[in-house]
């Protein structure tokens, strides 16, 4: 005869379906690993901001683990605490537990784009964005009109009579972060630079999308720097733009195409190491083994691509220096970017470099590991918050007395600049940290390089 179990027997409830679409959902493998102990909220900048639970790591974390049990929706409430999101990965750095963070909220935005439907005003400006930072030609074209705008004297008349002030916010911000426009937008370096002296290695360089038109000076630094340490440097032609700013979006099959794209063109160049600097662009393509790990055809090449990537302070770290640093008398502020020290873990080498130039003094930025609110086009998406956090910082960069200030990242640079102009300070100049490597080698005095004397060439070399 058959029992019935007693009415008071609650069975065990059945699964609830994940909110999140089947394809690279956050794993649950990485939600696990938080034991929600909170050492990340006093790193996290929203929450230092706001002091909100579902604005801190642990809180996204989660509300990313209840959506993967099925018990939250994907709605505008989950996407706005997912945006307000720098993606700096300072709990990284904080996290005892070891949580990679960045394989939750990236996966996390991707859901966001492809099942949270955002508004028509909000899609076009993301879409223009993506239409024009990953694409050096057409930036290069929207450069010529910019320097006019910069040099008639007509970007000046705008201010001064508040234009700016009626705009948008975002294409205010737009405007704010705009660099000083290069004459020279349409140089490029050569193919292949020779080592100086005894070729050691041979290297191939990122030269980025926004880097190579509005940092062409950056780019001629790094080259130079490296070629006088012996390496062989490679530009390949072909190279594409590596996705970050994609993959921080969430705009995930972009990204895939771009970083197949990137390796391509580098296995083609048979180079012994990447070398980038720029601290986005290098975290994302180092993680090119985990974007593409699904991908039969491009698994192991994305991996093995990764593994030769290196920072620029890395590989410099890594090689026996062999130029002479000649002495540059400088006080200056260092400003470690986020996808570097955090991302990467880059932080010792730069310091390193820096303290082999005679004369420099190194002064450190209080609260040193909060985001200066650059993160990406986080200052042109959230352009109040940025600000916020830009301003902080600089107020910070203020105590150090410094001349001038570093950084490995053109997104910082301009966001600090950006704070500066906020403060009516025009003055301090700002510079990659190779710049004033390169100003060592080359014996350029420190007043020289204070008053603007950059090349985008390597004719000094």
């Known amino acids: 005869m058959s029992q019935v179990a007693p009415s008071h027997v609650i069975e065990e409830a059945e699964a609830k379906p994940s909110s999140f679409d089947s394809h690279h959902p ?37 509300m990313i683990k209840k959506a993967a049990q099925g018990e939250a929706p994907l709605d505008t409430r989950f996407r706005t605490h997912m945006d307000n999101c720098l993606g700096c990965m300072a709990c990284m750095t904080a996290c005892p537990s070891g949580v990679e963070y960045n394989k939750l909220i990236e996966p996390t935005r991707a859901q966001i784009e492809r099942n949270i439907p955002r508004s028509a005003g909000e899609s076009l400006f993301r879409k223009l964005l993506f239409a024009t930072f990953p694409h050096p ?23 001064a009579i508040g234009i700016p002030r009626l705009l948008p916010k975002r294409l205010a911000a737009m405007e704010s972060l705009l660099p000083e426009v290069p004459s020279n937008v349409f140089t490029r370096l050569p193919v292949t630079i020779p080592a100086a002296s005894g070729r050691r290695r041979r290297v191939g360089m990122l030269s980025g999308c926004v880097q190579q038109v509005f940092f062409a000076h950056v780019n001629a630094a790094t080259a130079r720097v490296l070629a006088a340490e012996g390496c062989e440097v490679v530009t390949p032609r072909q190279q594409s733009c590596c996705g970050a700013l994609m993959v921080h979006s969430g705009e995930e099959q972009g990204a895939i195409e771009l970083a197949k794209k990137m390796i ?8 012994d190491t990447v070398v980038i600097n720029s601290a986005g ?48 008398t400088l006080r200056v502020a260092y400003h470690d970017a986020c996808h570097l020290q955090h991302a990467q873990a880059v932080r010792e080498q730069p310091r390193s470099l820096l303290a082999a130039i005679p004369g420099l003094e190194v002064a450190e930025i209080p609260e040193g590991s909060l985001c200066c609110g650059s993160a990406g086009v986080y200052n042109l998406l959230s352009p109040d918050t940025a600000s916020l956090l830009g301003d902080r910082k600089v107020d910070n960069l203020l105590t150090t007395n ?21 403060r009516g300070m025009k003055a301090m100049p700002a510079f990659h ?29």
């Open 26 to 62: 956050p794993e649950k493998q990485y939600i696990d690993d938080c034991v929600h102990c909170g050492f990340c909220l006093p790193a996290c900048p929203t929450y230092v901001l706001w002091g909100d639970e579902m604005d801190s790591p642990r809180g996204r974390i989660y």
């Open 137 to 159: 030609a057409r930036l290069r074209l929207l450069a010529i009109p910019l320097r006019v705008y910069q040099k008639s004297g007509l970007r000046a008349l705008t201010h």
């Open 264 to 271: 391509a063109a580098f296995e083609a160049a048979n180079v």
């Open 281 to 328: 662009c290098g975290s994302t393509m180092k993680e090119y083994g985990h974007l593409l790990r699904d991908d039969p055809a491009w698994a192991a090449r994305a991996a093995a691509f990764s593994a030769k990537c290196r920072d620029i302070s890395e590989i410099l770290c890594e090689l026996e220096p062999r130029a002479t640093r000649h002495p540059l």
């Open 402 to 422: 410094a001349q001038a200030v570093l950084s490995a990242n053109p997104g910082c640079l301009l966001q600090l600049m950006n704070g500066l102009r906020r």
């Open 433 to 461: 940290m190779v710049e004033l490597l390169d100003a060592s080698i080359r014996g350029v005095p420190a007043e020289t390089l204070l008053h603007g004397a950059r090349t985008s060439t390597i004719e000094a070399n």
